[in-house]
């Protein structure tokens, strides 16, 4: 599997956000990037940590426990461990006063996968309101093409063969105190003013 990723952060530990938690604002308020970075991002290392603690998961990556931990025996691990792995890579896929042109390397796989940047727009969008309950929505590499994916509560393409380039966090408590219950809004803003088509190119460039 593909680990190149975990350049991005360390694993097991809460890794810095790569801007402040005011820089995506009015988008994305500073209280609830608080509230997300720093309770249930946080919350999730914290209790990594302490379900590994001796355990034959201790010292492995969160991609090799993410691979190896069976999801009924060892739930919570993996859970925990993909939601770490989740979130950094979400806090990655934002950035300040982005969003807007597509590089010409990812734009043309946009538009040879989708027809357009608004076609690729109205399927990410369509896909988050589709998803029930809490999940994500991702933008992933698989054979020669992009596709727009969801996945539920804490699951991840790590697990597929695909690579994921960006993703937007739909559980609640990443838009619920800015948007309510408009989960549209919330994705389409991201979508056009904090998506971080730069490290989308970073991981597409990684592919082999």
């Given at each position: 599997?593909?680990?190149?990723?975990?350049?991005?952060?360390?694993?097991?530990?809460?890794?810095?956000?790569?801007?402040?938690?005011?820089?995506?604002?009015?988008?994305?308020?500073?209280?609830?990037?608080?509230?997300?970075?720093?309770?249930?991002?946080?919350?999730?290392v914290d209790e990594l940590n302490r379900l590994i603690a001796g355990t034959a998961f201790a010292g492995l990556s969160?991609?090799?426990?993410?691979?190896?931990?069976?999801?009924?025996?060892?739930?919570?691990?993996?859970?925990?461990?993909?939601?770490?792995?989740?979130?950094?890579?979400?806090?990655?896929?934002?950035?300040?006063?982005?969003?807007?042109?597509?590089?010409?390397?990812?734009?043309?796989?946009?538009?040879?996968?989708?027809?357009?940047?608004?076609?690729?727009?109205?399927?990410?969008?369509?896909?988050?309101?589709?998803?029930?309950?809490?999940?994500?929505?991702?933008?992933?590499?698989?054979?020669?093409?992009?596709?727009?994916?969801?996945?539920?509560?804490?699951?991840?393409?790590?697990?597929?063969?695909?690579?994921?380039?960006?993703?937007?966090?739909?559980?609640?408590?990443?838009?619920?105190?800015?948007?309510?219950?408009?989960?549209?809004?919330?994705?389409?803003?991201?979508f056009d003013k904090l998506i971080n088509w730069s490290f989308a190119v970073d991981n597409l460039q990684n592919i082999?």
């Open positions: 599997m593909d680990t190149s990723t975990s350049k991005f952060w360390p694993s097991h530990e809460l890794p810095a956000l790569p801007y402040s938690e005011s820089a995506l604002s009015p988008v994305i308020s500073e209280r609830t990037v608080s509230f997300h970075y720093g309770k249930h991002h946080r919350g999730y969160l991609e090799q426990i993410i691979a190896s931990a069976d999801k009924t025996i060892n739930a919570s691990i993996y859970n925990n461990a993909a939601q770490i792995w989740n979130h950094s890579f979400y806090w990655n896929s934002l950035a300040p006063s982005a969003g807007g042109v597509v590089p010409a390397e990812l734009k043309k796989l946009i538009d040879s996968s989708f027809g357009d940047i608004q076609t690729l727009k109205k399927q990410f969008t369509g896909a988050a309101l589709k998803q029930f309950g809490s999940g994500w929505v991702w933008l992933i590499h698989v054979g020669s093409t992009l596709k727009v994916i969801t996945t539920s509560n804490a699951d991840t393409p790590l697990t597929s063969h695909s690579k994921p380039l960006l993703v937007i966090d739909l559980w609640e408590h990443s838009y619920y105190l800015d948007y309510q219950n408009l989960r549209a809004d919330y994705v389409n803003a991201v082999v």
